[in-house]
């Protein structure tokens, strides 16, 4: 029986990689990417003392903007944008006052902490969270977490269904186009996924007090966009594997990076560039993006686009992948069936 069970685990290559590779990944992942210390941060210096401000602040700070003329309102849309994470506000003789950007949680952290260190040199005003409190960053980020679990573990069943049970053949000689079986596939899913979305998000806002001071129609718009994404990567594991096991290891292979680099519990900031580039790729990074930026801070699409763009493309090509590959597993069935 040892034998026997060694020759199927030998056959079974996915589970062997898994067995062998999940170790190693998550020893380089905890390993450079289990920090939550921001050593930088970028900041913006505006108002009349602006540059004399900015010459005297710390290595931590990597000033990107330095600008006499702008105002505490300036500021302010520097913020709200995301394009830096604090803003000195210099006046003409006065203690200069750092903004800082509370949704981004970490960084914030280590701002104050920095600007404590200054003596009293410069005024620290906390914005979008002012108690720093870690609820008001986590459950933005735990609303993608929730979708992507939906759209990942429970949708990469869903074409296994079928050929276990075998209707697949069925599935290969109905008179429609397999982008148009994927779509019913999935429209279940994003369906209940959108429920559980406004769910989650109302129970949040009512039991931990988090703010909604953006629109509800660019929130409502990431969403989508970001379930789309999750979903075709659910129907896309599920047509690489031929049984309900595989397609849930595949799933959770795919899950955990999106929990440990999409920046939801470790910042980006604080890990080692190739590990961090990595949660670049990630659809969870962006829609964090999104929530935080929407519910926190107000911001709306003009200034996070970028996210939405990168979303979009996600969404099209994994759609597409999947379409193609799902094309390919019926190409046989259909052949065999003329």
């Not at 979009?312 to 046989?332: K, Y």
């Amino acid at each position: 029986m040892i034998v026997k069970e060694f020759r199927e685990l030998l056959r079974d290559r996915r589970t062997l990689g898994l067995l062998v590779g999940l170790p190693l990944i998550l020893l380089v992942i905890f390993g450079y990417a289990a920090n939550f210390y921001v050593d930088h941060v970028s900041a913006a210096v505006v108002g009349p003392q602006a540059a004399q401000v900015a010459a005297s602040l710390p290595d931590f700070f990597e000033v990107e903007t330095v600008d006499a003329d702008a105002t505490e309102a300036d500021a302010r849309d520097l913020l709200r944008d995301d394009e830096v994470d604090v803003a000195v506000v210099t006046t003409g003789g006065g203690t200069p006052t750092a903004l800082i950007d509370g949704s981004n949680l970490f960084a914030a952290q280590s701002i104050l902490g920095a600007v404590n260190a200054t003596a009293g040199k410069i005024e620290p005003e906390v914005l979008y969270n002012p108690d720093l409190t870690t609820a008001w960053v986590m459950v933005p980020a735990i609303i993608g977490l929730i979708l992507t679990f939906i759209g990942t573990i429970v949708t990469s069943i869903g074409l296994v269904r079928e050929r276990e049970a075998g209707t697949l053949e069925q599935l290969a000689v109905m008179p429609i186009k397999p982008g148009t079986v994927i779509l019913g596939k999935i429209a279940p899913y994003f369906l209940l996924a959108a429920i559980d979305m406004a769910v989650v998000t109302v129970l949040g806002m009512l039991l931990f007090d988090v703010p909604f001071n953006g629109n509800v129609l660019v929130f409502a718009l990431g969403a989508a966009i970001f379930l789309f994404a999750v979903l075709g990567i659910g129907v896309f594991i599920s047509t690489i594997s031929q049984t309900a096991g595989q397609a849930i290891q595949s799933a959770f292979f795919v899950l955990l990076p999106q929990i440990l680099l999409s920046g939801m519990i470790f910042p980006l900031d604080a890990m080692a560039a190739g590990v961090r580039w990595i949660g670049y790729i990630l659809p969870l990074t962006y829609f964090t993006k999104i929530s935080q930026g929407v519910m926190l801070r107000g911001a709306g699409i003009d200034s996070l686009w970028p996210s939405f763009v990168v979303l979009t493309v996600m969404a099209v090509v994994i759609f597409t992948a999947a379409t193609l590959r799902f094309r390919r597993d019926l190409a046989p069935e259909r052949k065999a069936r003329a």
